[in-house]
């Protein structure tokens, strides 16, 4: 029943807003894309991680946005290439407690970032989870906005905030998610993740979101959360 509820939940993901949103586990960029099974990838690839957390998930902490350094390309919000592939120079994670029995893969192709993409936000985030003695299978991390919103203007391989119409069009999967899990504790990286979370009644704490020299601040606030809960 419970692997179920994660097909079922993967089957709702691949109804995304329409306009200058991708979908990586609907969509194919062939610019960037490796190949035309790359949602198929990132498909099972999110099953998996949220399979392998189902029972033992405590800790969900809620980002804004998917990007395009993140979930982008790896299918996992909060989660680079190089986490994924153990590429990483600080954060270390057997790819047994991110995917269980499933061999991590990129997607994105070579050619545009070798080593695969890193983003900031998800390095900060991994790392201060895992330094707070977490075990990978004890926390999830999503978006309140679970597709990739990109700018025109820059084109695919960029970031922007969703607007009112497509943060609305998130609330259910942000729900959704949250019903999967027998979480404890629920927290919402910086003021948009926290807006969303009021909306469908979810008591949350807030921290400061790492981005824009804000990662100290994090780190302290995060601790503190988690500390608290573990007393």
Not at 188 to 205: N, S, T
Request: charged share 25%.
């Amino acid at each position: 029943m419970l692997n179920e509820a994660v097909e079922e939940f993967i089957r709702l993901l691949k109804q995304s807003p329409r306009g200058a949103v991708f979908n990586p586990w609907r969509d194919v960029d062939l610019e960037s894309d490796i190949a035309r099974q790359a949602p198929r990838i990132r498909r099972r690839q999110l099953q998996a991680y949220l399979t392998v957390r189902l029972r033992t998930a405590r800790l969900a902490v809620i980002g804004e946005a998917l990007g395009y350094r993140g979930g982008r390309f790896t299918g996992i919000p909060m989660t680079s290439e190089r986490i994924l592939l153990g590429r990483s120079r600080s954060i270390q994670v057997e790819a047994k407690d991110l995917l269980g029995k499933v061999r991590p893969r990129r997607t994105s192709k070579p050619q545009i970032c070798r080593d695969g993409f890193s983003e900031p936000t998800a390095t900060i985030v991994w790392r201060s989870l895992l330094e707070l003695g977490l075990s990978p299978n004890k926390f999830v991390l999503w978006n309140a906005f679970p597709w990739h919103s990109f700018n025109r203007d820059c084109g695919m391989l960029s970031n922007r905030m969703p607007n009112r119409h497509e943060c609305a069009a998130g609330l259910p999967l942000l729900k959704a998610l949250l019903d999967l899990f027998p979480f404890e504790q629920v927290v919402a990286l910086g003021q948009v993740a926290a807006a969303q979370l009021e909306k469908i009644d979810i008591l949350m704490g807030c921290v400061r979101h790492p981005a824009s020299g804000g990662a100290k601040l994090f780190r302290e606030q995060i601790a503190r959360m988690v500390r608290s809960r573990n007393d």
